[in-house]
């Protein structure tokens, strides 16, 4: 059996976009971030979220730096720019603050629970 070209051709095309999409989510699930000890609950998907938070905590992070250095490198911006440059940093620090503060409700949630349970056996044994 003999192919034309053109049908090898999207064959391999067709291959390499079923490759990449299974690439694409083998990356996704990597994408996750080393989490605070403190911020850990020991519940693997609790700890799977926190991953996963931890990594838009760091990509942010790394947004900031970059452009904390481009003004440092070119401060003289125009003051139009420099009210949308502090706006934006503004924005992602709260994204960040937010993120951070998300993530420590799960142990909080966690530490609480037990501490209803708790509560409430030692009002129904009484």
């Known amino acids: 059996m003999t192919y ?3 049908d090898f051709q999207s064959r391999l095309e067709n291959r390499q976009k079923q ?3 299974h ?3 083998e990356i996704r699930t990597v994408a996750q971030a080393a989490v605070p000890m403190e911020l850990l609950t020991g519940q693997e998907h609790w700890d799977f979220f926190l991953s996963l938070l ?3 905590v760091d990509a942010l992070d790394r947004v900031l730096t970059a452009m904390r250095e481009a003004h440092a490198l070119d401060p003289s911006f125009a003051h139009e720019d420099l009210a949308a440059w502090k706006a934006q940093m ?3 620090a709260v ?3 937010t993120l951070e503060h998300v993530a420590s409700i799960p142990r909080e949630i966690i530490e609480k629970g037990e501490k209803a349970k708790i509560a409430l056996r030692t009002i129904t044994d009484s």
């Open 4 to 6: 034309a070209r053109s």
């Open 19 to 21: 490759q990449a999409t």
């Open 23 to 25: 690439r694409e989510s």
């Open 54 to 56: 931890q990594s838009e």
């Open 90 to 92: 503004m924005q992602l």
């Open 95 to 97: 994204q960040k603050e």
